[in-house]
């Protein structure tokens, strides 16, 4: 670590130089303006001027590209903050391959569309304002997401219902647009301070956790998806299983909407309170499995080995749970509350 000395210019101003190297990278010059932030946790931050503007274009070379790898980086750049992408070859026009490619990860990323398009060249522009969301609030929607397609997989479980697990499928689209979202603004917010406030933050502090919380979020939502795909791979779509022990699954699956809630409430309120009754809701939730599994009646093999794989989903979604929970945890006790003084 690299110190200066803070120096007296006059009864009431204070001074301290700037490294020499890091003006010259930024190029920043006598008379230029930066930008001062205070995070209320003693930091003070200093930003070059051209901090304050996004990264506005970035340029994906598909020449020795197949169409999956120009996707994912499609997915990347987009992630990273870029406002305008732009995918090109140098000799020759894109191959079909490849424009499909494109139009593939603009359905799946939020906010964008196609401005420009040429046989050579496509630009797809992103139009969100990280000020139009917080990253509080995407987590909650995140949460909410998993638990509807949670619920609806184990309705349509109950029921027999392949056009209601069709629907909890349809909504994993959705999931990922979130979670991909949450990652552009963590990221975004991560090389520009500036824009943590926009997104809810007092500092960047929490942006580690909220990058694996939102992970957690996304695996839970994939675990609601394969409930659902328990039900439509049936035989009929059919499960022969007792009443009593779908009443115990529902029961369950209630337990675990009340964890994977508490959990994101826990983190975003930084209340350790609710961190530590996440914990007691897992213990309870494993007992409950472990009563289900011990109670069930005589069924056929694969409808057995199904209503195992529907508990180890609603598991491993509670296993996140209390992860998220951890998180919350640290993040709670890095602030002063009744429980901690920092001094």
């Known amino acids: 670590m690299e110190t200066r000395k803070v120096q007296r210019l006059g009864p009431s101003t204070l001074a301290m130089t700037l490294p020499a190297e890091w003006a010259s990278e930024h190029d920043v010059e006598k008379g230029d303006e930066v930008s001062l932030r205070t995070s209320g946790k003693g930091t003070l931050t200093v930003m070059p001027e051209s901090a304050s503007s996004e990264e506005t274009e970035a340029i994906i070379h598909a020449d020795d590209l197949s169409a999956d790898a120009v996707e994912r980086a499609i997915v990347a750049q987009y992630v990273l903050g870029r406002r305008v992408i732009r995918i090109e070859r140098k000799e020759g026009a894109l191959s079909s391959e490849h424009i499909n490619a494109v139009y593939r990860a603009e359905t799946q990323l939020m906010g964008l569309g196609v401005i420009e398009e040429t046989p050579e060249s496509i630009a797809i522009r992103c139009s969100v304002d990280p000020e139009d969301f917080t990253l509080d609030n995407l987590l909650e929607r995140l949460e909410r997401t998993g638990q509807t397609m949670r619920g609806e997989g184990i309705k349509a479980l109950a029921h027999g219902n392949p056009d209601l697990a069709q629907r909890a499928l349809n909504r994993e689209r959705q999931a990922n647009k979130i979670f991909v979202l949450l990652l552009r603004l963590i990221f975004t917010a991560y090389q520009n301070p500036n824009l943590a406030r926009a997104v809810g933050l007092d500092s960047g502090f929490p942006l580690i956790g909220y990058r ?16 659902a795909e328990i039900v439509i791979e049936a035989e009929d779509h059919d499960i022969d299983v007792d009443s009593s022990v779908m009443r115990d699954i529902r029961e369950m699956n209630e337990l675990v909407d009340e964890i994977t809630t508490v959990s994101v409430e826990a ?9 530590n009754h996440v914990r007691g809701l897992f213990h309870e939730i494993t007992e409950r499995e472990d009563e289900i599994l011990n109670g069930l009646p005589e069924m056929p093999n694969e ?14 979604t509670a296993q996140y749970a209390m992860r998220n929970a951890e998180i919350a945890a640290n993040l709670a006790l890095n602030e002063e509350s009744e429980h901690t003084t920092i001094n």
């Open 303 to 316: 409808d057995l080995l199904r209503v195992r794989e529907v508990l180890v989903s609603l598991e491993q």
């Open 267 to 275: 983190a975003v309120e930084r209340d350790y309170d609710k961190s």
């Open 212 to 227: 694996s919380i939102a992970k957690n979020l996304e695996l839970t939502a994939d675990n609601g998806e394969d409930i």
